[in-house]
C-alpha cells in the first residue's frame, strides 16, 4: 500500500485483520474515516479494485496459501477466509485461478 492514501491504507488495515469475518461497507467506511460513498469511488482510485473484488481477492489468495494444509479441510479453508461455504469459494476460486481447490491441491 506504499504511496497508497492514508485513509485507504486503513481500510486495507481493516479488511485483511477481518478476511474471516462478515465485512460491512460502513465498517470498512468507518476504518477509512470517509463516507461508504466516498470509499465507493476512492477505493477504486487508489487499489484499480472495487472494495468488494479486492476483498474476494484477499479472501482468495488466503485459500490459496491455506490450501497447502492438508490437514485443513476445504469446508474450514472456506470459512476461515471468510466464504459462506466451500461450494462458494470452490466457484470463485476456480473462476479466478481456473483450477478448483481440490485440484491445486492434487
Given amino acids: ?4 492514501d ?7 488495515d481493516l479488511i485483511e ?16 474515516c470517509m463516507s461508504p460513498s466516498w470509499l465507493k469511488s476512492s477505493f ?3 487499489t484499480g479494485k472495487p472494495v468488494w473484488a479486492f476483498v474476494r481477492e484477499r479472501r482468495l ?6 490450501l497447502a494444509d ?6 474450514q ?3 476461515a477466509c471468510g466464504f459462506s461455504s466451500h ?14 481447490p481440490r485440484e491445486l491441491r492434487e
Avoid at 492514508?6 to 486495507?12: E, M
Avoid at 492438508?70 to 469446508?75: G, H, T, V
Avoid at 461450494?87 to 483450477?99: A, D, K, N, T
Fill in 70 to 75: 492438508q490437514n485443513a479441510s476445504l469446508a
Fill in 61 to 66: 489468495e488466503r485459500a490459496r496459501h491455506m
Fill in 1 to 4: 500500500t506504499k504511496g497508497t
Fill in 77 to 79: 479453508i472456506a470459512y
Fill in 44 to 46: 477504486p482510485a487508489s
Fill in 17 to 32: 485483520a477481518h478476511l474471516d469475518e462478515v465485512l460491512s461497507g460502513a465498517a470498512i467506511a468507518g476504518a477509512a
Fill in 87 to 100: 461450494s462458494h469459494m470452490s466457484r470463485l476460486f476456480r473462476e479466478h485461478f481456473g483450477v478448483t
Fill in 6 to 12: 492514508h485513509r485507504i491504507s486503513r481500510a486495507i
